[in-house]
Antibody, heavy 122, light 113 residues
Framework: EVQLVESGGGLVQPGRSLRLSCSAS????????LSWFRQAPGKGLQWLGF??????????EYAASVRGRFTISRDDSKSIAYLQMNSLKSEDTAVYYC?????????????WGQGTLVTVSS | DIVMTQSPDSLAVSLGERATINCKSS????????????LAWYQQKPGQPPKLLIS???TRESGVPDRFSGSGSATDFTLTISSLQPEDVALYYC?????????FGQGTKLESK
């Protein structure tokens, strides 16, 4: 069974950093790109970026709104993807989800984690 | 970026009746080389992550009940639930995966009347 479990969320002060983790199981992690999203309270889904599988170079891509502040990485030996978030702002408050990119199409997301809540507040 | 616009924003349908949600993209998401529409539908229930229901505009994912169907091409798409069940009450999102960045519609809240 495919499972994705996010962790690392919590309350953080503005300007500080936070690293989220996405632990995967039930599939061959190294064969898939992984993506991160967020959903602010009562709002829609916002794509943050993804990281390619090593087969396709392993490079990340980012949404313009977070490029330069957020970094996505992966450790295939541990089946974990990371989202490093720096210089956090109150508007970064959201539930953060990781998802597996389908093997049939880039940017099609077939499995999602339950999410982890990040609250940016002093 | 491709803008996805759903209508209506909310919808109340009686149990057993048909529900229809529309999605319009600001540019075509039909890839001419393979004649595929890069359009997906997701369902999100309160406190849960999104769940992929339909890809390629009309292909149901494994395990998705056949009362869910997708149709449309190029810029205009529809998600239809043929007979609303209590467990279908949720938010529904369309998503284009034709171009990066991928973008979602604003969501349609489906309730039972």
């Amino acid at each position: 069974e495919v499972q994705l479990v996010e962790s690392g969320g919590g309350l953080v002060q503005p300007g500080r950093s936070l690293r989220l983790s996405c632990s995967a199981s039930g599939f061959k992690f190294g064969d898939h790109a992984l993506s991160w999203f967020r959903q602010a309270p009562g709002k829609g889904l916002q794509w943050l970026g993804f990281i390619r599988s090593k087969i396709y170079g392993g490079a990340p891509e980012y949404a313009a709104s977070v490029r330069g502040r957020f970094t996505i990485s992966r450790d295939d030996s541990k089946s974990i993807a990371y989202l490093q978030m720096n210089s956090l702002k109150s508007e970064d408050t959201a539930v953060y989800y990781c998802s597996r990119v389908s093997s049939v199409a880039t940017d099609l997301f077939d499995y999602w984690g339950q999410g982890t809540l990040v609250t940016v507040s002093s | 970026d491709i803008v996805m616009t759903q209508s209506p924003d909310s919808l109340a349908v009686s149990l057993g009746e048909r529900a229809t949600i529309n999605c319009k993209s600001s540019q075509s998401v039909l890839y001419s080389s393979n004649n595929k529409n890069y359009l997906a539908w997701y369902q999100q229930k309160p406190g849960q992550p999104p769940k992929l229901l339909i890809s390629w505009a009309s292909t149901r994912e494994s395990g998705v009940p056949d009362r869910f169907s997708g149709s449309g091409s190029a810029t205009d798409f529809t998600l239809t639930i043929s007979s609303l069940q209590p467990e279908d009450v949720a938010l529904y999102y369309c998503q284009q995966y034709y171009a990066t960045p991928t973008t979602f519609g604003q969501g349609t809240k489906l309730e039972s009347k």
